[in-house]
């Protein structure tokens, strides 16, 4: 199956600032490639498919990119609300895979 | 909008069969791939499996010989049996729905459950 890997494991930053998170994948999964985040008490949201493509209902301020085996989900500019733990999902390839995540938390 | 209400026991004996139901509200389960995931401590989120709405079916590797899923679209829901179960299936069950944009779909999921605990534990 496909290895995803986030780094770093927790990110400290204040809001305001701009933070860039990593996935890496064990084998090239092509633009199959989605973000998520998940607050303490819910489910995952949905933030960007295809790599690159923001869901629906998700600000300009989540931005993806990547393709191959290395992603990059950067926020602009960290609202309060964005806090949370951060996840990468393959859809390259079955099984489905995620990543371990990456927590964002205030600095 | 549609949402999604998993259901079933909490508490599971070891060895015996874990079996949940989600229930699908506010539209039809067809022409969607409906999933399980769950999520543990232990091992982060899992992808168990998803099943299409006419019944075809797709499992995870690792749990294959002991998954089996199942939909009733006369009930709008979609139900997961997971046989044999030890502690480490104790976990946040979820159900959620295949992402669909302007009639493309992707295997992502844009509408999930709120999660029903299982522990599994004599």
């Known amino acids: 199956e496909v290895v995803m890997t986030q780094s770093p494991a927790t990110l400290s930053v204040s809001p305001g600032e701009r933070a860039t998170l990593s996935c890496s994948a064990s084998q090239s999964v092509r633009n199959n490639l989605a973000w998520y985040h998940q607050k303490p008490g819910q489910a995952p949201r949905l933030l960007i498919y295809g790599a690159s493509a923001r869901a629906t209902g998700i600000p300009p301020r989540f931005s993806g990119s990547g393709s191959g085996t290395e992603f990059t989900l950067t926020i602009s500019s960290l609202q309060s609300e964005d806090f949370a733990v951060y996840y990468c999902?393959?859809?390259?390839?079955?099984?489905?895979?995620f990543g371990g995540g990456t927590k964002v938390e205030i600095k | 909008q549609v949402q999604l209400q998993e259901s079933g026991p909490g508490l599971v004996k070891p060895s015996e069969t874990l079996s949940l139901t989600c229930s699908v509200s506010g539209g039809s389960i067809g022409k969607y791939y409906w999933t399980w995931i769950r999520q543990s401590p232990g091992k982060g989120l899992e992808w168990i499996g998803y099943i299409y709405y006419s019944g075809g079916a797709n499992y995870n590797p690792s749990l294959k010989s002991r998954v089996t899923m199942s939909v009733d679209t006369s009930k709008n829901r979609f139900s997961l049996r997971l046989s044999a179960v030890t502690a480490a299936d104790t976990a946040l069950y979820y159900c959620a729905r295949q992402f669909e944009k302007d009639g493309d779909f992707f295997d992502v999921f844009d509408i999930w459950g709120q999660g029903t605990m299982v522990t599994v534990s004599s």
């Open positions: 999902q393959q859809y390259n390839d079955w099984p489905l895979t």
